[in-house]
């Protein structure tokens, strides 16, 4: 606006006296005559409240006035121009003793000629501020658009070549290149924004596996200017060891206090060490929990990495409690390992093929060969052979070969060593070879035993042994010589015994031919009594001749049914059954290595006691089945008949030895001492189960391969 105050100052209102204001809209001094030090003042600051007044009241009418005051003849013109709002006005002061003067025509015509220049100024001045306002205005409002961020924006004032066409081009440069930069900083903001995204997702995953390690992750400073802390602590803290990992500020010193006493100096010292050596840390040491005062032990270790002024040490802390304990069950029981080794009577050897020597053996060699572990480790494998018994060498050499031919794995031998005193003694070797993938041998590792002993009791046994076999033969002659005397007894208790119970027999027959009809009731009882007598004792003699003889006959071992002669017996007893209630439950029997002939001898026995001893039930169950068992088969024959006092189960299977009376059952104590005898020539067991009026199980068992037969004399 300087243009406006050199029109203010060429304006001469009369002679100097008085005084010329351009007013703006804003109360404020555009121009003043004279006065270049008074723009931008407000006015109500250099003129009086009451001129002030008069100026206000002009500007709000909006129409000119002329007042006369004290000091001044005040004349106000409102100015509008361009926009409503814009109400300037021109203020002129003139003093009041110049009004009075004389020549107040020639005043009055000057001022009104001022008052016309100045309209013309004020034109002049409004048609300036339109050219320069306009562009301005349009300027600032594409400002405040480009300031809200919309950078399409452009100024367009058509083409000038002043500085405010200088002005609007600088100014729409200025929008391209703040949109070209706002592009390339939206797009460098969104791959900042992307990659801080991934970084945050990278810290959660790393944050969730550190809580989830079975361990405490922790990442620890130090700063060059001394300060220690931590930068991360994860969660298991408070689950391991009862230390909450929050606050970090103080997780360090709630951490030390619980190390052990004894190992908080060495705590410190290896951090310390760590940190001025910028090395990685290792400690092992005891805890003691805050909350249940448990005993724990820790390991820690991190690495190092140098940046900015400090050093950083990544790192875990492990529960170690568990290993503490496994490995001092491991450490006792190596001692107790060792013990036995250093104690036993077996020496421990390792023997590496490819340096030919032996890497270990135990402290016992020294008790078997009189040699140190250290003597025998320092020797070459020959040297060691040489201390064998030459006769013995190429036997070993042998079982090695087929070893290696055989893929590895176990061998065992036995030879004579020449102990450091000179005697000999016998050695077991047993051990494991292993071989590499061109079947070369690596290493076999073996033990070694002192079998001297041993093998004097074999060669006694030996002698023995033969000494046994001599008395075997002596003995089988003595037998054989016994058995044909057994045989002549046989067959003379058989005949002699035969005679006078046939010649009883005969007479008393004869006897009751000439007494028939001539004795009473009583005598006929006697006879028949002695008759009956007679015929037991025979039948007796038979059992007991063919008990004698199961000890001597030869027996035909072949596959035998015994389904089959299971059959045949129950068809056998078919007319002693007749006219009873028997329930029979037989089984598929198996076929069975044996005797035919003396296997249907056992089934007769045991089906004929069973139909005898279920006789007084209504209804008789009589079972015949098996099983399979490891090495034999079992057989059964079970019967609801009236059993037996299982406290004289012994007595079943003797000879002559019967658990009822003749009254109730009729038999002599034969039958199931000849099952026994059969079954145990096969190689098989029998026992019996029942109680009184129970029923009764008989057992036996034969084997599922049978090699020869036994001979039961």
């Keep these: 606006m300087d243009f406006l105050q050199e029109v203010a100052d060429r304006v001469n209102i009369y002679h100097g006296t008085g005084k010329l204001y351009l007013i703006g809209n804003n109360g404020k001094v555009v121009a003043a005559t004279g006065q270049p030090q008074v723009r931008g003042r407000s006015l109500s600051d250099l003129i009086s409240s009451g001129d002030y007044a008069v100026y206000l009241n002009t500007v709000k009418t909006g129409r000119e006035r002329y007042q006369l005051t004290k000091d001044y003849l005040v004349a106000i013109v409102p100015i509008r121009f361009g926009h409503a709002d814009n109400r300037w006005a021109a203020m002129i002061l003139l003093p009041s003793k110049v009004i009075v003067a004389p020549a107040n025509v020639l005043m009055w015509q000057l001022i009104g000629l001022s008052i016309t220049m100045l309209m013309a100024g004020v034109g002049a001045l409004w048609f300036v501020a339109g050219q320069i306002a306009h562009p301005i205005k349009q300027i600032a409002g594409v400002a405040r658009v480009v300031a809200a961020g919309n950078l399409e924006q452009m100024v367009t004032i058509g083409p000038r070549y ?74 298991r803290s408070d689950d391991i060891f009862g230390v909450k990992a929050e606050p970090l500020e103080t997780y360090f010193t709630r951490f030390l206090e619980c190390v052990a006493e004894e190992d908080k100096e060495r705590f410190i010292t290896s951090i310390k060490e760590a940190i001025s050596c910028e090395s990685s840390w290792d400690f092992e040491g005891k805890l003691i929990t805050p909350t249940v005062k448990e005993e724990k032990y820790v390991r820690g270790a991190s690495v190092s990495k140098r940046q900015k002024g400090e050093i950083v040490f990544n790192g875990i802390l492990l529960d170690i409690t568990e290993r503490k304990r496994v490995e001092e069950v491991v450490r006792a029981n190596e001692a107790r390992f060792r013990a036995v080794l250093e104690n036993s009577q077996v020496a421990l050897y390792k023997r590496d093929y490819a340096s030919n020597t032996y890497e270990y053996m135990s402290p016992v060699i020294k008790n078997i060969t009189g040699y140190t572990s250290e003597e025998l480790i320092s020797m070459s494998v020959e040297e060691v052979n040489a201390l064998i018994n030459p006769d013995d060498v190429h036997t070993i050499q042998q079982a090695l070969r087929t070893a290696v031919a055989n893929g590895g794995g176990k061998i065992h031998f036995e030879y004579r060593f020449t102990h450091k005193n000179g005697q000999i003694r016998w050695v077991s070797d047993v051990g494991e070879m292993t071989l590499d993938s061109n079947g070369t041998p690596i290493y076999c590792l073996g033990s070694v035993q002192d079998i001297t002993e041993r093998k004097k009791s074999d060669d006694e046994l030996e002698k023995y042994r033969n000494h046994l076999e001599e008395l075997v033969k002596e003995r089988t002659m003595e037998l054989n010589v016994i058995n044909q005397e057994l045989e002549a007894f046989s067959y003379t208790v058989s005949h002699d015994l035969r005679a006078p119970l046939r010649h009883i027999d005969g007479f008393m027959e004869m006897l009751q031919n000439m007494t028939e009809g001539k004795l009473d009731e009583q005598c006929r009882r006697y006879m028949h009594n002695i008759l009956d007598s007679t015929n037991k004792m025979g039948t007796l003699i038979d059992d007991l001749l063919a008990f004698s003889r199961l000890g001597r006959y030869g027996m035909n071992i072949r596959p035998v049914d015994m389904d089959d002669i299971t059959h045949d017996v129950i068809k056998e007893f078919s007319q002693d059954v007749k006219g009873r209630h028997i329930s029979w439950c037989i089984a598929q029997l198996p076929t069975v290595m044996g005797d035919q002939s003396l296997l249907h001898t056992v089934m007769v026995n045991l089906v004929s006691n069973a139909i005898k001893f279920t006789r007084h039930r209504e209804q008789a169950e009589i079972e015949i089945g098996y099983r399979s068992e490891d090495a034999e088969i079992v057989i059964f024959v079970r019967d609801n008949g009236v059993g037996f006092d299982p406290n004289y189960m012994d007595n079943l299977f003797g000879v002559f030895q019967r658990l009822h009376s003749d009254e109730e059952f009729e038999g002599n104590g034969v039958g199931l001492a000849n099952v026994r005898r059969i079954i145990s020539r096969h190689g098989g067991r029998t026992w019996a189960e029942g109680n009184n009026d129970r029923g009764a199980t008989i057992y036996f068992s034969l084997p599922k391969i049978q090699t020869r037969s036994v001979s039961i004399l």
């Design 162 to 235: 002043d500085e405010l066409g200088m002005l609007a081009n600088d100014f729409n440069h200025m929008t391209r290149s703040l949109r070209d930069l706002y592009g390339v900083l939206e797009k460098r903001v969104s791959e900042l924004q992307l990659a801080e995204d991934v970084i945050r997702k990278a810290n959660e995953r790393l944050r969730d596996i550190a809580n989830k390690v079975p361990g405490v992750v922790y990442q620890f400073f130090a700063k060059d200017n001394g300060e220690w802390g931590l930068y991360f602590v994860s969660e």
